[in-house]
DNA sequence: CCCTCCCTTATTGCATGCAATCAATCTAAA
DNA sequence: TTTAGATTGATTGCATGCAATAAGGGAGGG
């Protein structure tokens, strides 16, 4: 659990203002997390962090306690936080959970999106049409989850935006999986254009089982690469 | 904004153990304000919730930054902690939410229940009838949200409990209007046994479409009530 | 060789102190 | 009278110190 990963963010958060601190930290850390930076079962060690950060140990301790509360760490009296393991069992979870909100989601966004909205997600498909065809894949993958974030804000309900965000955040390092595979990269991007085909179009119901199918497909590939059980560290 | 709402609470939480205390002081918090003890948009005074509960004010930030997280108070800096004020939008928008999450359980439940859930539900439910007949609106209630929560647990989707619980947590207070009319609550009370039977019968689609229409009903009721806008205070 | 107990050290949980910020009140000039 | 500015008190954000606990390691007995 080398000290040295924690060598890089120096002098990078001097002078974080008063008042957001915690915020930041955690905005921080969870990209690490669902990164995969910090592996999962990893102990977060207070001391090194706040270290390394400039930063005293409440408002990391605050952090990790919003984490917690995202599913992202786990808290142990006296033992601190480490990284939650997540079982291909605990991914698949929560990805049934995202699909019924997408399904949600998909219906009231074809009904409520605006014209602008729809525009916004368009670009953003186009974007990531570039990014497929140059092969970055990270690019990609960024674009990617905004689409489906953007189409579930076009929902135009703000506790299915937010409940969405954090469970997507929890997963995210397993769906990155679900790229890796070529074949099925070049199908996602192919379904992405149907989906935004049906949202223009309003098609309430088939966008819902595009988002459906589009998912599972992709687990199904992602499943494969986790097979391949995780280090028990 | 009366310091006397604290005054009940003087001595009762003395001596929480070491490394539950936020824990603790989350749990103490939530209550007070999905019971409406605290009202909407009211701040929270650090000081004053430290005397009355006999803990430094580490461990009560801590649970703002937790409930800010579920949803419950909002935090500003420099301005401390508020209950939020949900308008009815955003109470049907995390209904709609339940509804769907519930729609997801109901099938899972039914797959999946094992008859000792089946049996502990059944259970509830006689429980909350004999609440019905004492007229005792508040245990009725208490079991009326367990009976939810339990068959959303009997799905075995540990992600769709952990939100299910977060989200039904911010809109109870809400959903308790919902019984205030006696009819329907009689209503309620007579689908909760078309629901117990369809779990029953593992009648997925059917239980789905009952636990639909019971929390639109349920909804209907209570939203009359908050018709009425809450004070702006 | 292994197991148990004790001791040391690292780390956590929480209380507290200090500085920054906000809010309310007062003063003075227009 | 009104309003801009200054001032003081209350409250928050964060750093830090101390006590409690856990983790690790060695001594001693089996």
Chains 1, 2 share one sequence.
Not at 2 to 22: H, M, N, T
Not at 116 to 141: C, G, P, S
Request: glycine letters at 6%; proline letters at 4%.
């Amino acid at each position: 659990m080398g000290e040295d990963r924690w060598q890089a963010l120096s002098e990078e958060v001097a002078g974080w203002p008063r008042g957001q601190r915690s915020t930041f930290v955690t905005n921080f850390l969870r990209d690490l997390i669902v990164s995969g930076e910090i592996p999962p079962g990893e102990r977060i060690n207070e001391r090194i962090l706040t270290e390394r950060l400039g930063i005293s140990r409440t408002p990391l301790r605050e952090a990790f306690k919003i984490l917690e509360g995202e599913g992202l760490v786990s808290i142990r009296p006296n033992a601190g936080a480490t990284v939650v393991r997540l079982s291909p069992e605990d991914v698949e979870d929560s990805l049934e959970i995202l699909i019924g909100l997408e399904s949600i989601g998909a219906e009231r966004a074809a009904e409520r999106a605006t014209p602008e909205m729809i525009e916004e997600i368009a670009e953003l498909d186009t974007r990531m049409v570039e990014a497929f065809e140059r092969r970055e894949l990270m690019d990609y993958f960024h674009i990617n989850q905004d689409i489906h974030q953007k189409i579930i804000d076009a929902a135009q309900n703000e506790a299915l935006s937010r409940v969405y965000s954090s469970e997507s955040a929890r997963i995210r390092r397993f769906r990155f999986a679900g790229n890796r595979d070529h074949a099925r990269w070049a199908q996602a991007v192919a379904e992405h254009a149907q989906i935004l085909e049906a949202l223009r179009r309003r098609q309430g119901p088939l966008l819902r089982e595009l988002l459906r199918a589009h998912h599972r497909a992709g687990w199904k590939i992602a499943r494969k690469a986790l097979e391949t059980p995780e280090p028990t560290d």
